[in-house]
């Protein structure tokens, strides 16, 4: 009956489901990381140092959003979209790395760049969410994407008090990489989903 209320597209319901648990696990993620890039940076740095990692981050950023829409521009968000989650997951565990060295610039490193994918994987989110849907779907499916995004910062927030009793917060950075994993999962079956979809409408119309 929920799919029904949804869509009543099989394919099109499948998206759906793969859409909200994309949006789950990029709260969750978002969550856990925040909680581990900030308690990281405080250990680390004094506050004097926040303004100078809020302009680094800013400057990065600029540069980060103008190689990303370069890169959107020459291949198309089925192709970009569910590849991005996979690179900030294997950055992730690149910085988990450099944080066991104990180098202080791990921590700066791992705040500007977290800060940063956050904002570039919801982007991507939303570039492959518009090319899977039309309008109508959209309008149907928006409620579900946000119950599914609150379930996933409840649960973000739950898994990282429970984590920190039993591990530091540099371990935190691994289970944010392993949800960008089952973000690019998600995503790669909406993109496999949607397509399939489209090349048997015109099979079942013939």
């Known amino acids: 009956r929920v799919r029904r209320l949804v869509v009543s597209d099989d394919a099109q319901a499948r998206v759906v489901w793969l859409a909200a648990a994309?949006?789950?696990?990029?709260?969750?993620a978002h969550v856990v990381g925040k909680a581990a890039r900030d308690?990281?940076?405080?250990?680390?740095?004094?506050?004097?140092?926040?303004?100078?990692?809020?302009?680094?981050?800013?400057?990065?950023?600029?540069t980060a959003v103008a190689i990303y829409?370069?890169?959107q521009s020459r291949w198309s968000p089925h192709t970009t979209s569910p590849r991005l989650p996979l690179v900030v997951a294997a950055s992730l565990v690149a910085a988990w790395f450099g944080l066991r060295t104990r180098c202080p610039a791990s921590a700066g490193v791992l705040y500007?760049?977290?800060?940063?994918?956050g904002g570039l994987v919801i982007s991507a989110f939303w570039s492959l969410l518009s090319e899977v849907f039309d309008v109508r779907t959209a309008r149907r499916t928006i409620g579900t994407l946000t119950v599914a995004s609150s379930v996933g910062g409840l649960v973000g927030s739950a898994a990282t008090y429970g984590l920190l009793a039993v591990v530091d917060a540099r371990t935190l950075v691994l289970p944010v990489a392993v949800l960008h994993v089952l973000i690019a999962i998600c995503m790669r079956g909406m993109a496999k989903a949607q397509r399939g979809d489209t090349e048997r409408r015109p099979t079942e119309r013939a």
Do not use: E
């Open 22 to 28: 994309a949006a789950a696990c990029g709260v969750g």
């Open 39 to 62: 308690a990281l940076f405080v250990s680390t740095f004094p506050p004097s140092a926040l303004p100078y990692v809020f302009l680094a981050t800013g400057l990065c950023m600029g």
């Open 69 to 71: 829409a370069r890169v």
């Open 112 to 117: 500007i760049w977290l800060t940063i994918s």
